[in-house]
């Protein structure tokens, strides 16, 4: 069948079958004629919105799932986040225009996870893609090092059937890629001093040029991440920087090395006093595993990463991870949906649930 140039496969005689239901059967379920039913499966017919959904509900499946529309076998024109393996597994998402890439190779460890991929890079940066292109329409990008932004990606999922692929960056990396339209969404953890608000600063800075919108998505706790006990008895910056500890940084740019500087500054510390400090990590995660072989004494992260690799913390700040929006993408189908998530009882209660973090202030309307 095709629809609009696009050519969609209907999926009816394998649920059918397995709900053991004959043409006739379903045909009355439905309130069709036999005719009817065997002409959508032979493909001949496209229902209109109500039987298609009497029959989603019948068969116990989504209408998404009975017809599918089959993207072109390759695309072109695609940005890659970074280089991809030599699979050329990719996720897949569309910012306006422009294809976007997402290589599956960096597995995150731990736990080791594939995932299954969207399409295939093929020579000269084509795409073999594997899912129709309405869904890879409604998918959305979202860059950002908060934890937490993947059990936003889940309660999308489970309320609208919206797909959300979140990857690790940093403020900086987050706010640049969506100010390039590499992203629809940016997720911030900018420390605030004085009056200043450090995530509106921050994107005033990066992206002077963009419409924007600011919504706080969570509150948690940042610091350092020490051995189990903390033998060496670390509680302030200043422990760090006795030369005592092994310390592991975060890269340039990322909010919570600006928050060590800081901290750093206002004790009148110089960053040569702490052994490590150009010695760089580029995620919570591996700054993690690096106390727990004990190859590390201390590193940034937050208290839910410490928690996860068995290991204490040590408090530093508090701080509201921002997710950062361009004006042009609010009438975005996902973005919508997250929009509307960000409102809702489920995330707070998410959130609440997590060690480190407060909802008090998700959903509401930074700037825009």
């Known amino acids: ?171 900086r990396q987050a706010l640049l890629s969506v100010n390039k339209g590499y992203a629809h969404v940016a997720g911030t953890h900018y420390h605030s001093f004085g009056s200043t608000d450090g995530n509106i600063e921050a994107v005033r800075t990066l992206s002077p040029d963009m419409g924007y919108l600011i919504i706080a998505f969570s509150v948690q706790e940042e610091g350092l991440m020490v051995a189990p006990e903390n033998p060496l008895g670390i509680r302030t910056v200043e422990d760090i920087a006795t030369g005592r500890a092994r310390f592991v940084n975060r890269e340039e740019g990322a909010a919570l090395r600006k928050l060590l500087d800081t901290q750093l500054s206002r004790h009148g510390l110089p960053s040569s006093t702490v052994r490590g400090y150009t010695e760089e990590v580029h995620s919570h995660s591996e700054g993690a595993m690096r106390v727990a072989s004990d190859t590390a004494d201390a590193a940034l992260g937050l208290r839910i990463v410490a928690e996860s690799f068995g290991l204490d913390f040590v408090s530093l700040a508090v701080t509201r991870c921002d997710l950062v929006i361009p004006s042009d993408l609010r009438d975005h189908p996902g973005i919508t949906v997250l929009l509307d998530v960000l409102q809702s009882s489920g995330i707070r209660k998410e959130l609440g649930s997590l060690p480190g973090y407060d909802p008090s202030d998700t959903g509401k309307m930074i700037f825009g």
């Open 1 to 171: 069948m095709t629809s609009g140039g696009e050519t969609i496969r209907c999926t009816i005689k394998e649920y059918r079958r397995r709900k053991g239901l004959s043409q006739d059967e379903l045909a009355h379920l439905i309130g069709v004629r036999r005719q009817a039913v065997y002409d959508m499966e032979a493909g001949r017919y496209l229902p209109n919105t109500a039987v298609a959904l009497r029959l989603a509900r019948t068969l116990g499946c989504t209408v998404e799932m009975l017809f599918i529309e089959d993207a072109p076998a390759e695309l072109g024109n695609i940005h890659l986040l970074s280089e991809a393996g030599a699979a050329g597994r990719l996720s897949l998402a569309q910012v306006r225009e422009k294809l976007i890439g997402i290589p599956l190779h960096d597995a995150q460890i731990p736990p080791f996870k594939l995932n299954a991929a969207d399409g295939f890079l093929l020579a000269d940066k084509k795409i073999d893609c594997q899912i129709p292109r309405a869904q890879l329409a409604k998918t959305i990008l979202m860059l950002g090092c908060d934890p937490a932004l993947s059990v936003l990606n889940g309660l999308m999922a489970r309320v609208a059937g919206i797909r959300a692929h979140t990857v690790f960056a940093s403020s």
